[in-house]
């Protein structure tokens, strides 16, 4: 006896056979599909698009030394930073507490494991971070309330954003000091320097070198001429005499002149490099206190590390679910699963039928 053979075409009969089971199928899944789809929520998802900043842009140093100008970080690290903390427990278990969301999700009592299992899982599925081709961040938060899958996304981008510059700020924070410390060694050096410079003015009696100088000089030529007209005239003896006392007055230290040339050479040099360390420390402290505070607004500022292209708004239409696909999905498959189940059941029969005939 030859085997049966069987094809597409050769199921048709066998469906027209089994049509009342197969329709009593089909109407059974058309009417549960519709019931099951109408009564699933409609989930609206909110999409926030975002770069990170480069986190040197922010340091104080730089800013110091180049200025504050936000450059967009395209990197690996940082873009790989960027989500990783976005996806860690930490932040979801923040923003789980933040918006209630174990009573929203319907998980239980918060602090218990198994309530707070099920709500970290849940918010998990609804949210998706990814790196686009454009070297952005798409962070995608999903839930059947439009408007607070739109809050979540944005006090998300928020959150991610203040804990990126937390990872820097203790750096930045001791090159602050660092800062701090140079402006105040500057300080003291100045005004040790500066009452160095005073003591030796008091010391040499120098308060002006350069009217000092011609001072002196026109000074002791007057007396000097004096003198000598007064010698080579014949002049009394004690104006001689007093001549003579007032020239070496203007020239030796000894003899009490306040402004004297041996004391005024002395101290020239001594003034001259108290002077130029003044005048560079001034300069160093002048620019020292400005990076100071250039480096502490900085800091105080709190430049934001990443640059938001994109804030998450609620959606217009909802993204799932797709209500005519579950429907004409589940009819298909049940169209196929009926079809398998008769052709199975035909066989069985068909095979049945021969042995019966051969025990007779």
């Known amino acids: 006896m030859s085997e049966s053979s069987y094809s597409l075409l050769g199921l ?30 409609n989930i609206y998802k909110s999409t926030a698009v ?45 923003l789980i507490n933040r918006f209630q969301l174990h009573q929203h ?32 961040i798409e962070l995608t938060f999903q839930d059947r309330d439009k408007q607070l899958a739109a809050r979540i996304a944005n006090t998300l981008v928020q959150v991610i954003d203040s ?29 040790n320097s500066r009452q160095q410079l005073l003591r030796a003015r008091r010391r040499y009696g120098i308060y002006g070198l350069e009217q ?27 104006k001689v005499a007093g001549l003579r006392r ?15 040339l041996e004391d005024y050479t002395r101290g020239v040099d001594s003034l001259n490099l108290f002077t130029s360390r003044m005048t560079d420390l001034q300069e160093r402290l002048v620019k020292a206190r400005g990076d100071y505070e250039t480096a502490d607004l900085a800091l105080k500022g709190k430049l934001s590390s990443l ?22 999905g589940s009819v298909f498959l049940t169209l196929a699963l009926s079809v398998v189940v008769i052709t199975l059941l035909e066989l069985w029969r068909r095979t049945r039928q021969p042995q019966a005939s051969a025990g007779l």
């Open 212 to 238: 000092q100088s011609r001072y002196l000089a026109r000074e002791i030529i007057k007396v000097e001429t004096e003198l000598r007209t007064a010698e080579g005239g014949g002049a009394d003896g004690r």
């Open 307 to 328: 640059y938001l292209v994109q804030k998450a708004y609620p959606a217009t239409k909802k993204s799932k679910p797709v209500r005519w696909l579950i429907v004409a």
């Open 105 to 136: 999700y319907g998980t239980g009592q918060p602090g218990t494991d198994q309530a707070d299992d099920a709500a970290l899982r849940e918010f998990s599925s609804n949210l998706s971070i990814v790196h686009n081709e454009r070297d952005a």
């Open 50 to 94: 975002f770069f990170p900043t480069n986190p040197q842009t922010t340091d104080p140093d730089r800013i110091a030394t180049e200025g504050s100008k936000l450059e967009l970080g395209g990197r690996t690290e940082d873009l790989d930073r960027i989500i990783t903390i976005g996806e860690s427990q930490p932040v979801a278990e923040l």
């Open 163 to 191: 804990i990126n510059q937390q990872l820097t700020l203790e750096n930045r924070r001791n090159v602050l000091g660092l800062y701090q410390q140079r402006y105040q060694f500057l300080s003291n050096e100045f005004e």
């Open 246 to 260: 007032a020239l070496r007055g203007l020239t030796e230290a000894e003899q009490g002149n306040v402004i004297n």
């Open 12 to 41: 048709w009969p066998i469906i027209n056979r089994w049509k009342k089971l197969v329709g009593s199928a089909l109407v059974l899944a058309l009417i549960v599909s519709i019931i099951v789809a109408q009564s699933l929520p």
